[in-house]
């Protein structure tokens, strides 16, 4: 009987369950691509009969997926040519995973923008009908994040792709949202259709959905367009999506220069009036948007264009103040063309590094200062390092593991000036110490230092065995205190040995 009762599964999966289809080297499936080119518009139900999981609400949701096409643009493959190839296979496989699910799911936001730029993009982003906790089932290896947007995390080996649920308006009144007195949005986990999702988004180029099934873009908002014009315009009221979200000015300015993308006039008009909002920002937000911009691989032309705009003030306390020093403007510009150089040759560059130089002089000057009210060097730089990254923090939070480095830079540089005895051998095994030449390097280029210190620790490095014990200063420094007087000290704070790490 049992065996009759398998038998008889066997004969009825043959006959009624599709048959396994192959991915083909783009991700998607054989039989899908044939069967979409010869009805594009009629994918979701092409994906019912491909065997998804939840049919009655594809067949249902059918017409109104329709209406939502009619109020966007459908853009075929044969205008934007975008080339699926260059989507990631975690992409690929998040988009393949939920539409085979049941769901709609689209490339979205700067992946779309980039392609459409001929950019390779960074990351790939996916915004779907599903919920967070529908995305979750259909990916074992997923996670739930983010309290102001819930998201998943789709883990593909060393590949992150982002997937979120279409947002509605944050206006209606069910669902999870909080907006500020000010107009900021503060919570928003109100669930929403495509075009609700669109009209959401910060800039038309930004709101483009891509299906790489159909290889259709979805254009709600003319984004398509305007990329072609090169300009970056804003969905919607300016003034009101600044008032929602004022991180959007400086998203407007990075995605300009980073892009060459013209910011419209009614975009670009409001900025100058709107700029103080960004006082209300987080600071760990204006954190992450900060790092995004000084590692976009255009940090000058972004700085540049914040302070063109008067959006500086505020955001790095202080390095308006350092910018307006010919010589501190020398270095921070110094510091960022390096970074540049760096990103865009396919480097990485180290955000420590970056906020080290960018509040170097910042801290020269505070360091000056408590020298000068009395107190000895070293205790004096620890004071100026603990006082610059305090004051930083109220505005712009530096995480911990940022600030832990550069106050290791700072701390190692006088160290560079001590060329005798076994001091600079010492220094060379530090395990900053490769960071801390580099930023020795900046202070001689900047004319902070004479050039001749930095030649002297890359001979040095570079030199071997005996040639190095032949590059030593005579050593003037006055001899070791002896124990007694040195444990007497101990109990004070910081001893003159205890710049940067031990060696
Ligand atoms: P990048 O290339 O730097 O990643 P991006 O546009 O992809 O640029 P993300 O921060 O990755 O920036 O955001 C992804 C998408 O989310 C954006 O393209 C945009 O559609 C939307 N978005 C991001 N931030 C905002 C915001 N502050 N307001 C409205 N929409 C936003
Ligand atoms: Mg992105």
Redesign the pocket.
């Given at each position: 009987m049992l065996y009759n009762l398998a038998m008889i599964k066997k004969l009825f999966d043959r006959i009624f369950k599709p048959k396994h289809t192959k991915s083909d080297a783009t991700g998607s499936t054989k039989s899908e691509s044939s069967k979409l080119e010869q009805s594009p518009s009629g994918r979701t139900i092409l994906d019912t009969k491909l065997g998804t999981k939840k049919p009655a609400r594809k067949y249902a949701e059918a017409s109104k997926h329709e209406s939502r096409k009619s109020s966007a643009l459908t853009i075929p493959h044969k205008t934007h040519k975008i080339d699926r190839t260059l989507l990631s296979s975690g992409a690929h496989r998040t988009i393949e995973g939920l539409q085979k699910a049941g769901f709609e799911a689209y490339i979205?936001?700067?992946?779309v923008?980039?392609l459409l730029l001929n950019r390779i993009?960074?990351?790939f982003?996916v915004a779907t009908d599903a919920t967070p906790e529908e995305v979750n089932r259909v990916f074992r290896r997923s996670r739930i994040i983010g309290r102001r947007f819930r998201l998943v995390h789709v883990l593909f080996g060393d590949e992150t792709i982002e997937v979120s649920t279409f947002r509605g308006s944050h206006l209606e009144t069910d669902g999870d949202s909080k907006v500020a007195d000010s107009g900021r949005i503060i919570r928003d986990n109100v669930f929403g259709s495509i075009v609700d999702d669109a009209v959401?988004?910060?800039f038309t180029a930004?709101?483009l959905y891509y299906d790489p099934s159909s290889q259709e873009v979805l254009d709600f908002h003319n984004g398509y367009a305007d990329i072609e014009a090169g300009v970056l315009r804003m969905i919607g009221q300016p003034e009101t999506r600044y008032a929602e979200?004022p991180?959007?000015m400086l998203?407007a300015v990075?995605?300009s220069a980073?892009l060459g993308l013209k910011i419209e006039s009614g975009t670009q008009a409001p900025i100058a009036k709107m700029a103080d909002l960004l006082q209300d920002v987080p600071p760990s937000r204006l954190f992450d948007e900060m790092l995004?911009l000084f590692l976009?691989g255009h940090a000058i032309e972004s700085v540049s264009a914040l302070r063109e705009q008067h959006l500086h003030h505020g955001l790095l306390p202080m390095l308006d103040v350092v910018l307006e020093q010919p010589m501190g403007e020398r270095f921070v510009m110094l510091a960022l063309q390096n970074t540049d150089d760096r990103i865009l040759s396919g480097k990485t560059a180290n955000p420590s590094f970056l906020f080290a130089a960018l509040l170097w002089h910042e801290m020269l000057a505070a360091w000056e200062t408590y020298q000068a009210e009395g107190h000895h060097a070293i205790p004096a730089l620890h004071m100026a390092m603990t006082e610059v990254i305090a004051t930083q923090a109220e505005k712009l939070a530096i995480h911990n593991r940022y600030t832990a480095t550069m106050k290791e830079i700072w701390g190692l540089q006088p160290r560079f000036e001590q060329r005798a005895g076994k001091r600079p051998f010492g220094l060379l095994t530090h395990p900053r110490y490769r960071a801390a030449y580099d930023f020795l390097l900046l202070r001689c280029e900047s004319g902070e230092l004479p050039m001749e210190i930095g030649e002297w620790w890359t001979a040095f490095a570079n030199a071997e065995g005996d040639e190095r014990a032949a590059m030593l200063q005579a050593d003037t420094a006055p001899k070791k205190r002896r124990k007694r007087s040195r444990k007497k000290l101990s109990g004070a704070g910081s001893t003159s040995t205890s710049v940067g790490d031990s060696d």
């Open positions: 979205v936001g700067g992946a923008r980039d993009p960074k990351d982003d959401r988004r910060d930004n709101a979200d991180v959007r998203r990075r995605l980073k995004k976009s």
